[in-house]
């Protein structure tokens, strides 16, 4: 087993592998909330205060409607979305952003589930735009021919599962590779180091 992960790729060391569609979103919410549980607000930070991974900025963005049901991010009641509704944001409304998010970028057509949690995880830090980047330039990494613009949509989401396929374990190693290096080339000395052990763990 390689260090820090918890299932083979090829679903050998666990039952990850065979897990239905609504399993793996579920490990991969719990995925997620590994990294992203508590409340944080560092002045560098873009998003602003964030709660189990959903930003200030991200919060309003999406409005209150989530997955066709209302969503009130506006938790204190105030008339606004501020710092004080992403604190008191529970693990249940990080779990309906996470939904929605999950099924919008389609993360449930990747078929190798441990492929799509390390996907949808990256995709909290860097935005859809830059993990789908790091996607695409592990497939090229791996010999596959896709046109890096920032979006796994239906041909290099094929060749994505194409390529689990073919060899699971080294793609992985491959997008942790090249998610490290994305974090690298954000130069941020204030989330470097516990970006990097994201970027190298194995879900």
Known sequence: MKPNQTHGPDGTAGSLQSAGVSAVLDMAFEWVYLHEKGFSDNPADPGGPTNFGVSLRHARA???????????LDLDDDGDI?????????????????????QTYKFDAVTHPQIAIKFVDLSYPMGYGGASRVVQRALRACRYDVIEDGFVGPNSRRVLNEAAEWNAAALMASICSEAAGYFRSLKSSDFETGWLTRA????
């Open 82 to 102: 501020d710092a004080d509704d992403i604190r008191l944001m529970t693990k249940e409304d990080g779990k309906r952003v996470f939904i929605h998010h999950w």
């Open 62 to 72: 999406i409005g209150s409607v989530v997955n066709g049901d209302l969503l009130d």
């Open 200 to 203: 190298y763990q194995w879900p």
